[in-house]
């Protein structure tokens, strides 16, 4: 089915999806590791990248494919490259795109092994770094050195949920002919669309949203041109860090619902973001939905709703919060995001514990933030949830 004029849900749905020849509605699980050749000649012109077809499955695999078109088309891309992990995607990109004697600038409160593995790791091999609040448009600009190759901004940032003007600084990532990546796992391709905001690259954690049931691990990265496309695809097949079939299978089965899970999770949020900034025992709540977010007309303006992620601190700070996180019921105390359920999670020592306490209160991650991942649960019963967990307070 040509979905290309057709409404996003609609490709949530059909798009990318083959024909079978048994006439299967869903795309099947080839669950194999290589496929035969009719004769030699097929198997060399395949090779040779004369004739389509597969191969083996790290290379390609008709499930993987499947999901591949179905990521490309809901964030408008030449072509989407399906990874075993979302690290996986972060490392495919950096080693796709960065070499010893390249700069990169990304925004501070970025993913926390995102920045472990460009501080602790590709700085071994000549590669330097500035992270910086990347909503300061200016401090951006004078971050940018004649060897910066790479802008990667994660917007909004995880877990400070600062929103950066993407295509301002598209525009400023291209003057210096560097390349914008984003990471924009937090807003899903329903909220965002950063390819069509002037971005090269995006990339997500299919664990998070896009997946949304909490049961696989999994990247992809989408590019804007056929040759950033080949680029990252030829880099994850040497890499060998490609999506299985299985792992693809249910990553398309979760990305059919999307809208429907992000619209009931973000209706959610915004409720629950309004009653924590009422709370009495509340001493500040960061939702970008809300007028008192500082970039929230920016977010109006970019994306089209607000999404499902909430940081907050207590009064107390720290041993508030790990109060609240020891006395919830139905938030699930765990590190990830965006599934149907609610979690709960402190990041400073969790997903954020390997930076350093300076660089944490830098990207404005205070060690008392608590972040919330709002689920699809009657609304009541999380706010009855939080409101008992608070509580516990003194």
Same mark, same amino acid.
């Given at each position: ?29 080839? *669950? ?24 083996? +499955?790290?290379?390609?695999?008709? +499930? ?22 979302g690290m996986g995607a972060v490392s495919t990109v950096y080693l796709a795109l960065l070499s010893s004697g390249d700069h990169i600038v990304s925004t501070g409160s970025v993913y926390g092994p995102s920045r472990g593995l460009m501080e602790k790791h590709l700085s071994r091999f000549g590669v330097a770094s500035s992270y910086v609040d990347t909503t300061d448009l200016d401090l951006v600009r004078r971050s940018i050195r004649p060897n ?17 003007? $993407? ?8 003057? *210096? ?25 995006? #990339? ?24 950033? %496309? ?15 079939? %299985? ?11 999307? !809208? #429907?899970?992000? *619209? ?10 309004? =009653? $924590? ?6 001493? =500040? ?44 019921? #139905?938030?699930?105390?765990?590190? !990830? ?58």
């Amino acid at each position: 089915m040509d979905t290309r004029n057709s409404g996003f849900d609609t490709k949530l749905v059909h798009a990318g999806i083959p024909e079978d020849p048994y006439g299967s509605v869903v795309t099947p699980i080839y *669950q194999t590791s290589t496929f035969a050749f009719k004769n030699a000649q097929e198997g060399a012109d395949r090779f040779a990248g004369r004739e389509a077809g597969y191969i083996y +499955t790290r290379i390609g695999n008709p +499930t993987t494919n499947a999901l591949e078109q179905n990521v490309a088309a809901l964030e408008n891309g030449f072509g989407a490259t399906a990874m075993s992990s979302g690290m996986g995607a972060v490392s495919t990109v950096y080693l796709a795109l960065l070499s010893s004697g390249d700069h990169i600038v990304s925004t501070g409160s970025v993913y926390g092994p995102s920045r472990g593995l460009m501080e602790k790791h590709l700085s071994r091999f000549g590669v330097a770094s500035s992270y910086v609040d990347t909503t300061d448009l200016d401090l951006v600009r004078r971050s940018i050195r004649p060897n910066t190759r790479l802008i990667y901004v994660e917007s909004p940032s995880n877990p400070a949920m600062h929103v950066t003007d $993407l295509k301002a600084v598209a525009e400023l990532a291209h003057a *210096q002919g560097a390349l914008l990546v984003v990471d924009n796992t937090f807003a899903s391709p329903y909220l965002q669309k950063p390819l069509d905001l002037g971005a090269d690259l995006v #990339l997500h954690s299919v664990t998070k949203f896009i997946n949304g049931h909490a049961d696989i691990i999994g990247g992809v990265v989408i590019a804007g041109t056929a040759e950033l %496309h080949a680029k990252i695809r030829n880099m994850m097949v040497n890499l060998g860090c490609n999506m299985d079939p %299985h792992q693809a299978y249910l990553v398309s089965r979760g990305l059919k619902t999307l !809208s #429907l899970r992000v *619209q009931r999770s973000q209706e959610s949020a915004q409720k629950v973001a309004e =009653w $924590l900034e009422a709370h009495p025992k509340v001493a =500040w709540v960061r939702y970008i939905g809300l007028p008192s977010h500082p970039q929230h007309e920016l977010a109006r303006r970019q994306m089209t709703g607000f999404g499902a992620m909430i940081a907050f601190e207590l009064k107390g700070g720290l041993e508030a919060g790990r109060t609240v996180m020891d006395h919830v019921h #139905l938030a699930g105390l765990a590190v !990830s995001l965006g599934g149907v359920e609610t979690l709960i999670s402190h990041p400073a020592s969790m997903t954020h514990a390997g930076m350093a306490g300076e660089d944490r209160v830098a990207a404005g991650i205070s060690d008392g933030l608590v972040r919330l991942s709002i689920g699809i649960e009657t609304l009541e019963d999380i706010l009855q949830d939080l409101s008992q967990a608070i509580d516990h307070v003194a």
